[in-house]
């Protein structure tokens, strides 16, 4: 346990996934099918690293489908790990067809500071 070993305050610890799923249920006639891909909204957590703990960030309506406070893009997200990580965003990129690609892509993200200790 990392928080046992003192290890947590310097180790990031990050679940989450490529996507969200639909908060309802589908069907195929009398089969339940599972359920969809859902692109407006998901969760993931964090913990340790510099991470403000028993922080909640975000909110979602009341079906959980969509992003109603506080959204968070792919890139902002990425730019926050980064920045936990000590390194900077905009100068981490690799040169690929003479362009600099950058995980945190062309639009400027922002670090999540609010959930940073």
Do not use: C
Request: no cysteine; charged share 20%; proline share 3%.
């Amino acid at each position: 346990d990392l928080k046992a070993r003192g290890m947590l305050d310097e180790t990031l610890v990050i679940w989450g996934g490529e996507f969200g799923r639909t908060p309802t249920s589908q069907r195929s006639g009398d089969i339940y099918t599972g359920r969809d891909h859902n692109m407006q909204a998901f969760t993931s957590w964090m913990a340790g690293g510099g991470v403000k703990g028993g922080t909640t960030y975000g909110t979602t309506d009341d079906f959980g489908h969509s992003v109603v406070e506080n959204p968070v893009s792919v890139h902002d997200f990425h730019a926050t790990i980064l920045h936990l990580l000590g390194l900077h965003h905009q100068k981490l990129y690799f040169k690929r067809s003479g362009l600099e690609e950058r995980l945190t892509g062309i639009e400027p993200p922002r670090v999540v500071t609010e959930i940073l200790s």
